[in-house]
């Protein structure tokens, strides 16, 4: 694997907030290897710790872009939806930042139907054909072209499953973690003190709730996945 640096500095993470974890008593034992310190009841990540599995992490998705792979980044917090979508579109990633429906991977056959009407949807509105349907079949299928747009609008150029699952938050996204495990799809995960590092493939100790931290994360990944990009670009 590839090996370069990427200016992952334990003082930006500091001011981000990336080593608050939760309380003492709400909290993984899982989790102790990757815990510095007790402070005020809270535990405190080890941040030379996810420097590493954020390096390790980094190298990977480099990597895979470098070789064209698919990268799906779920996150549907609303505290993280924003950073979740803003980071997809800078690294031209799939996303999905409102809900994860239950089956989105292990029944993709279901997922691709869905994704095929909301693209026939689509286009019947741009070309102005709803429109021109009564009103009120018009406005069952704009309603219809709202749900899809809310709930597959992250992945609606997506063709088949991914290469790399990227999970902001292994509690609230624990199906989607579930059924990556199931088919076998590497997962990159940031993990709160109350989570199990055993799960995802590249398990990252940070705090998953501050907005700031989340951001910091991903901006180092989306970093690595456009200069993989990149190299990907110019050796084709």
């Not at 690294?91 to 056959?109: D, E």
């Amino acid at each position: 694997m590839t090996r370069r640096y990427w200016n992952i500095n334990l003082e930006e993470m500091m001011e981000a907030g990336v080593h608050f974890g939760h309380g003492t008593r709400k909290w993984n034992p899982r989790m102790a290897p990757y815990i510095s310190a007790k402070r005020k009841g809270i535990h405190i990540t080890n941040l030379t710790r996810t420097a590493r599995f954020l390096s390790e992490a980094c190298d990977l998705v480099f990597d895979a872009a470098s070789r064209g792979k698919q990268f799906l980044i779920v996150g549907t917090k609303n505290r993280a939806a924003d950073s979740v979508a803003r980071a997809a579109i800078k690294a031209r990633c799939h996303y999905v930042n409102k809900k994860w429906l239950g089956g989105m991977s292990t029944n993709w056959s279901t997922t691709e139907t869905r994704l095929h009407k909301f693209r026939d949807l689509r286009t019947e509105q741009k070309t102005g054909r709803l429109n021109r349907l009564p009103k009120r079949d018009a406005a069952m299928l704009k309603r219809q072209l709202s749900h899809l747009q809310t709930y597959l609008g992250g992945i609606k150029y997506m063709t088949g499953l991914p290469d790399i699952v990227i999970i902001v938050d292994q509690q609230e996204e624990y199906t989607a973690l579930r059924e990556c495990i199931t088919l076998g799809i590497p997962t990159i995960c940031l993990i709160d003190t109350n989570c199990d590092p055993d799960l995802a493939d590249i398990s990252i100790p940070a705090n998953d709730d501050a907005i700031a931290s989340i951001r910091l994360i991903l901006n180092k990944l989306v970093f690595a996945i456009c200069e993989g990009r990149s190299s990907y670009i110019r050796n084709p």
